[in-house]
T-cell receptor, first 117, second 111 residues
């Protein structure tokens, strides 16, 4: 009954390759996010999608392209991988408005550890 | 811009209380959160507090918010070895859906 799931859990690849990370949530939320956690454990938002539309794009290189086929899925495709892309990538989801109450509580997936060699 | 800061390390003896502190700069913060990250794991939401509240208690966890000083704390009563983890403070506002995270506090509990 995983609420937010990501695949794969680990991804090791060579510089220059293109890779994708998938995220799915079964919470019925309308907003999904990608965060990057660097080696110092610092977390920073990359993107958010609301009902399949891009809402936040935090000055991420255009080698990173999120895709939301439906509101339960938000995938992250990365082209021409670089050493500095090595990090843990977390997907999250939230329901921005519920019965008129704004909560924005975000629930996180288990993370995908990307290592670029 | 928005900034959230935490001390990096905290070490406590098992059974004692732990207090993890967080300061933030965004005066329009609406919700403030505490997340826990165990080694090799994802982020687990522990609790959150709305900005018009001063305190929230949930079993062993007590959150205190001083909105005037923009200071948030998480108190864990009767700290156990299983509480050893990194604790992240985060804030959000009506203006944006994004969470701004603190640097994380690594809590180590020793017997």
């Amino acid at each position: 009954d995983t609420a937010v799931s990501q695949t794969p859990k680990y991804l090791v690849t060579q510089m220059g390759n293109d890779k994708s990370i998938k995220c799915e949530q079964n919470l019925g939320h309308d907003t999904m996010y990608w965060y990057k956690q660097d080696s110092k454990k610092f977390l920073k938002i990359m993107f958010s999608y609301n009902n399949k539309e891009l809402i936040i794009n935090e000055t991420v290189p255009n080698r990173f392209s999120p895709k939301s086929p439906d509101k339960a899925h938000l995938n992250l495709h990365i082209n021409s991988l670089e050493l500095g892309d090595s990090a843990v990538y977390f997907c999250a989801s939230s329901q921005v408005a519920s019965g008129g109450e704004y909560t924005d509580t975000q629930y996180f997936g288990p993370g995908t550890r990307l290592t670029v060699l | 811009g928005e900034d959230v800061e935490q001390s990096l390390f905290l070490s406590v003896r098992e059974g004692d209380s732990s207090v993890i502190n967080c300061t933030y700069t965004d005066s329009s913060s609406t919700y403030l959160y505490w997340y826990k990250q165990e080694p090799g794991a994802g982020l687990q939401l522990l609790t959150y507090i709305f900005s018009n509240m001063d305190m929230k208690q949930d079993q062993r966890l007590t959150v205190l918010l001083n909105k005037k000083d923009k200071h948030l704390s998480l108190r864990i009563a009767d700290t156990q070895t299983g509480d050893s983890a990194i604790y992240f403070c985060a804030e959000s506002s009506y203006n944006t859906d994004k969470l701004i995270f603190g640097t994380g506090t690594r809590l180590q509990v020793f017997p």
